[in-house]
């Protein structure tokens, strides 16, 4: 069974560009969900979509926005990119939302 | 609110000598509570998990945590650590009877295995 995958692994934009990262979920996952990790900040919750609906969100600026399509897939884009925004982003997808999370390789996004 | 807290940021063994990483979290709600491990690069990969059956549960690797409901705790511990073992642990909070049901996590532990 494959698991997360996540695309592109490595990216880098300048700043005030836009980018798009995708997460495909494993087969039968209805819940993906978005996390930045940087050193100084750890793991931060960004948001996480059910059924192509957003169920929570965490504390980041509207520049950071995401969707789930009926594959369950989703995207995650950040707009007017910053020095600040480069980080490892991961997804990860869930059955349910009463489960476990199973991880992505993650995205590194480096912003110069 | 829930929170999660991961008691030691850096935790530092010899090879051979047994892993502590200690973990205590706040919620009104019964827990399903995580452990994880991240590698330099890598994503997270889920080690065990407490599903409110028994409160000691063994995982991969040699991994095992104990669920203590009146200490709030769900220590991670391993006999005897191995090089491969150095990485950073995430533990993990999942409210069961919430609707949200938010994933929540701690800070992170970095384990260092000397050789």
């Known amino acids: 069974k494959a698991g997360v995958t996540q695309t592109p692994r490595y990216l880098i934009k300048t700043r005030g560009q836009q980018v798009t990262l995708s997460c495909s979920p494993i087969?039968?996952?209805?819940?993906v969900s978005w996390y930045q990790q940087t050193p100084g900040q750890g793991l931060q919750f960004l948001f996480e979509?059910?059924?192509?609906?957003?169920?929570n969100k965490g504390n980041f600026p509207g520049r950071f926005s995401g969707r789930q399509f009926s594959n369950s897939r989703s995207e995650m884009n950040v707009s007017t990119l910053e020095l600040g925004d480069s980080a490892l982003y991961l997804c990860?997808?869930?059955?349910?939302?009463?489960?476990?999370?199973?991880f992505g390789q993650g995205t590194r996004l480096t912003v110069v | 609110a829930q929170s999660v807290t991961q008691l030691d940021s850096h935790v530092s063994v010899s090879e051979g000598t047994p892993v502590l990483l200690r973990c205590n979290y706040s919620?009104?709600?019964?827990?399903?509570l995580f452990w994880y491990v991240q590698h330099p690069n890598k994503g997270l990969q889920l080690l065990l998990k407490?599903?409110?059956?028994?409160?000691l549960v063994k995982g991969i690797n040699g991994f095992e945590a104990e669920f203590k409901k009146s200490e709030t705790s769900f220590h991670l511990t391993k006999p005897s650590a191995h090089m491969s073992d150095a990485a950073e642990y995430f533990c993990?909070?999942?409210?069961?009877?919430?609707?949200?049901?938010?994933?929540?996590f701690g800070g992170g532990t970095r384990l260092m295995v000397k050789p």
């Open positions: 990860a997808s869930r059955i349910y939302m009463n489960t476990e999370a199973f």
């Open positions: 087969s039968g996952h209805r819940s």
């Open positions: 979509y059910f059924s192509e609906t957003q169920r």
């Open positions: 919620s009104s709600y019964s827990p399903s």
């Open positions: 407490y599903t409110s059956a028994a409160t």
């Open positions: 993990a909070f999942l409210p069961l009877d919430n609707a949200g049901n938010m994933l929540t």
